[in-house]
T-cell receptor
């Protein structure tokens, strides 16, 4: 069964460094999402992406964040200058426009630790 | 200020019993609702969904009930098994022009006692 994959599974970085989190959505999906989950808290929406542009973003997704689909398979989240409070699990999700079009399928997540 | 993690409500059930997990949602215009299961260290996993024009939907061992009058959603798991132990949360989805706004609930921790 096709699934969303994410790399790395765990990223440790120093405060102020740039990080890029990578996702490979399910191949026939056209909508892509990033979410984060701070330890012990609920999942929070960051950004949605369709047709090579951001379709919606939350107030969390400030100028330090950017997303990109550099090729036909990868979807990346970049944090330019990480802060301690960026430490969280980051989930990528994707959905199709056909069939069960409303369901987002989540990847296993990347745990980001900012020291 | 200091951030404090959520204290999740916990539901403990005996293996073989039925479980009922509840969720209150906020937007009466939401089109669609999903229940997710999240095991420790993993991403949310889709369980079952229901559209806003329905009030009940059944899957394999799971049933979702939707009460739009009081904006309440419930997940019933029949014959609960140890592998059902996880955090369960609902998500409400508002579709607009092909885009989605997804809002997640805080979750309930289900502990199955063998």
């Amino acid at each position: 069964e096709p699934e969303v994959t994410q790399t790395p599974s765990h990223q440790v970085t120093q405060m102020g460094q740039e990080v890029i989190l990578r996702c490979v959505p399910i191949s026939n999906h056209l909508y892509f999402y990033w979410y984060r989950q701070i330890l012990g808290q609920k999942v929070e929406f960051l950004v949605s992406f369709y047709n090579n542009e951001i379709s919606e973003k939350s107030e969390i997704f400030d100028d330090q964040f950017s997303v990109e689909r550099p090729d036909g398979s990868n979807f990346t989240l970049k944090i330019r200058s990480t802060k301690l409070e960026d430490s969280a699990m980051y989930f990528c999700a994707s959905r199709t426009t056909m069939g069960a079009a409303d369901t987002q399928y989540f990847g296993p997540g990347t745990r980001l630790t900012v020291l | 200020g200091e951030s404090v993690g959520l204290h999740l409500p916990t539901l403990s059930v005996q293996e073989g019993d039925n479980s009922i997990i509840n969720c209150a949602y906020s937007n009466s215009a939401s089109d669609y609702f999903i229940w997710y299961k999240q095991e420790s260290g993993k991403g949310p996993q889709f369980i079952i969904d229901i559209r806003s024009n329905m009030d009940k939907r059944q899957g394999q061992r799971v049933t979702v009930l939707l009460n739009k009058t009081v904006k309440h959603l419930s997940l019933q798991i029949a014959a609960t098994q140890p592998g059902d132990s996880a955090v369960y949360f609902c998500a409400e989805i508002l579709n607009s022009g092909g885009y989605q706004k997804v809002t997640f609930g805080t979750g309930t921790k289900l502990q199955v006692i063998p």
